[in-house]
């Protein structure tokens, strides 16, 4: 069975830093872009960030600059390091297989992580 699994996230404050982890198992990220998206309180969900299966990639214009999105094949892991919080990253943070382009989600939703930047 398919799965992703996400964790890292928690409570910061303002300016502070989180790496959140999304993990798979049943199946070898190595050839798939994959993508970050979150979903704030009353708001739809949206993408963040994505990474192509050759490496490249994409970040909101709210992100950029603060975050990264990086991949381990090895370690069947992607990953977001998320720099310099602020109270409007505060949201559930999913990840999810998405096309090799636009940062669309194509697979299905796991639990999330919960991140909260507030003082």
């Known amino acids: 069975q398919s799965q992703l699994v996400e964790s890292g996230g928690g409570l910061v404050q303002p300016g502070g830093s989180l790496r959140l982890s999304c993990a798979a198992s049943?199946?070898?990220?190595?050839?798939?872009?994959m993508g970050w998206f979150r979903q704030a309180p009353g708001k739809e969900r949206e993408g963040v960030s994505c990474?192509?299966?050759?490496?490249?990639?994409n970040y909101a214009d709210s992100v950029k600059g603060r975050f990264t999105i990086s991949r381990d094949n090895a370690k069947n892991t992607v990953y977001l390091q998320m720099n310099s919080l602020k109270p409007e990253d505060t949201g559930v943070y999913y990840c999810?297989?998405?096309?090799?382009?636009?940062?669309?989600?194509?697979?299905?939703w796991g639990q999330g992580t919960q991140v909260t930047v507030s003082s």
């Open positions: 049943g199946f070898t990220l190595a050839g798939y872009a």
């Open positions: 999810t297989v998405t096309y090799q382009s636009g940062c669309r989600p194509r697979g299905s």
């Open positions: 990474i192509s299966s050759r490496g490249s990639t």
